[in-house]
């Protein structure tokens, strides 16, 4: 769960009892700019004040600044799983009215029976289905039709391979260890995994081992106890403990700190965790998969790495190919970028994706992504975009 909490006090301080705006506030909670919009514009009315949140973390710094009557939530947060989003909302804001909405179809998958809450869904009912899917969406639903595995692209042999072992080992509860060059899309893949897994309806929690600094991340991980160290103020689980039913993605294993690595094997074995500044042990049901761009084997032999933790992550394996290897998966790769970044249609000329082939891609997939990115806004009022409007 991230970092920050609101306790009750200072909820009551920011929002004086009788204090209210005379118009009912909706907070609108997602990720994806286009699917905030589409709700934004369906919901338009002087009767109600409308604002968004780009992430749970955002969602909260909000509610504890302004009075919300109703919060309108996607299910997948970037920074939050839903389930600790919406226990600190339950704890925080009991009378705030939760509508989750399906990003897939813009319709309310559950609310409230509150007057508000039903009102609200009610104008969307009325107003049916989007009129198309959210950018992210679509591409993600474009990636997923031919291999089953949502947001990944790419007909090559060399992903063909790819897509089997993921397949082959979803339905499991078989830890995964994801390898590749940065920018090859193992974030993606293990998303693909867990959503594939029967666990896909539970939390899929993600920590960067690399991002977050070593003194915080044995607390991210296994959470901690009120007192446990100075800042604590406050009871917090950890990441692990958050993805208990589901899925936890280790990003950038070949990071973790060597002292970290031997609570980590001992969760990986025994099932356990421990917060920080308890003795108390919690079971949890957690599917681990980690990735890395590092070489592990070269870690290992540099003792930088405990052994009994890499055969313990390792015991299903999937290397993503580089970009390079996979030139065939080029075109396909290009345009959906061009179509996610482009307001209009825009189209990659013959010339373009021959002069996108011949490039070799150090940066992998996310390079492709970005020049494509810069090639929408080259492009300008043009509707076909030629080798003079890439830049790499």
Request: charged letters at 20%; hydrophobic letters at 40%.
């Amino acid at each position: 769960m991230g970092g920050i909490a609101f306790s009750k006090q200072d909820r009551a301080e920011q929002s004086p009892i009788g204090v209210r705006d005379t118009s009912p506030r909706i907070l609108i909670v997602s990720g994806n700019a286009e699917f905030r919009m589409d709700l934004c514009g369906r919901l338009s009315s002087s009767r109600w004040d409308i604002e968004e949140a780009v992430s749970g973390t955002d969602a909260l710094r909000k509610l504890a600044s302004k009075d919300f009557q109703v919060l309108m939530l996607e299910p997948v947060l970037p920074d939050l799983t839903v389930g600790d989003f919406r226990e600190l909302l339950n704890s925080l804001y009991p009378h705030l009215q939760v509508v989750a909405v399906n990003p897939r179809t813009g319709q309310p998958m559950a609310s409230s029976t509150a007057l508000l809450g039903t009102e609200i869904v009610d104008l969307i009912d009325r107003q049916g289905p989007v009129r198309q899917l959210p950018i992210q969406m679509r591409a993600q639903e474009s990636g997923s039709t031919s291999n089953g595995l949502r947001g990944i692209i790419g007909k090559s042999p060399e992903m063909q391979k790819v897509y089997s072992l993921a397949h082959m080992v979803a339905p499991r509860d078989t830890t995964v260890l994801i390898t590749g060059e940065s920018g090859t899309g193992k974030d993606l893949f293990a998303q693909a995994i867990h959503m594939l897994s029967p666990r896909h309806a539970n939390p899929f929690v993600v920590i960067n081992c690399a991002a977050i600094p070593e003194p915080l991340l044995e607390a991210e991980l296994f959470g901690y106890v009120k007192g446990a160290f100075t800042g604590a103020v406050q009871s917090r689980v950890g990441r692990i403990h958050a993805a208990h039913k589901g899925t936890l993605f280790l990003d950038e294993i070949g990071d973790m700190p060597l002292a970290l690595q031997s609570k980590m094997l001992r969760f990986l074995e025994q099932g356990e965790v421990q917060r920080l500044g308890s003795t108390e042990n919690f079971v949890v049901d957690v599917r681990v998969v980690a990735a890395t761009n590092a070489q592990l084997q070269d870690l290992l032999k540099q003792k930088l790495f405990r052994e009994d933790l890499y055969y313990r992550l390792a015991v299903f394996p999937i290397n993503l190919p580089r970009l390079c290897d996979r030139i065939s998966d080029i075109p396909a790769l290009a345009e959906s970028f061009l179509t996610k970044f482009s307001p209009r249609n825009v189209k990659l000329s013959q010339a373009a994706i021959d002069f996108l082939m011949q490039h070799s891609w150090p940066g992998n997939v996310r390079e492709l992504r970005n020049v494509m990115e810069r090639a929408s806004i080259i492009v300008g009022a043009e509707s076909v975009v030629t080798p003079e409007h890439i830049v790499i």
